[in-house]
């Protein structure tokens, strides 16, 4: 007798031998501020905490998360996450005023004394 098991593919979930893989958007603030996040795993959502400074791509591993194994009940695979950044789209003038702020703090800049435009500042860098 030969069974042949087809297992079918899974809107968020990929796996690999007892490994799942899978992808959790971050929004921009609990990147980088750090927080928690709903994951969802093959039992059921857990909370992860996100580190401050967290990139998009950043890879998590969360052990015996994945796919018991038929033959040892002990053995069990991990479940791979990668994180997503969100990055805002659609911001309104007051966003985009305190992102800009945001941004002068961070680099020492002051744009509101400096009207320039970004394709003429980079003129200005490229002849000197």
């Known amino acids: 007798l030969l069974v042949v098991v087809e297992v079918s593919r899974h809107p968020i979930f990929q796996r690999q031998d ?3 893989f899978s992808t959790a958007p971050v929004s921009y603030a609990t990147a980088v501020l750090g927080g928690d996040i709903r994951i969802s795993t093959v039992d ?17 591993r969360l052990r ?17 996450v990668t994180l997503v950044v969100q990055v805002p789209t659609n911001l309104n003038a007051e966003q985009k005023d305190l992102l800009r702020k945001f941004d002068d703090a961070m680099t020492g800049n002051n744009s509101s004394d400096n009207n320039d435009s970004e ?3 980079g003129r200005k860098k490229f002849w000197k």
């Open 64 to 80: 015996e998360k994945g796919v018991p194994s038929l033959r040892n009940k002990n053995v069990r695979g991990d479940h791979y």
């Open 18 to 20: 007892y490994d799942i």
């Open 44 to 60: 059921g959502d857990i909370i992860y905490n996100v580190k401050p400074g967290t990139q998009t791509d950043t890879k998590v």
């Open 119 to 121: 394709k003429e500042k």
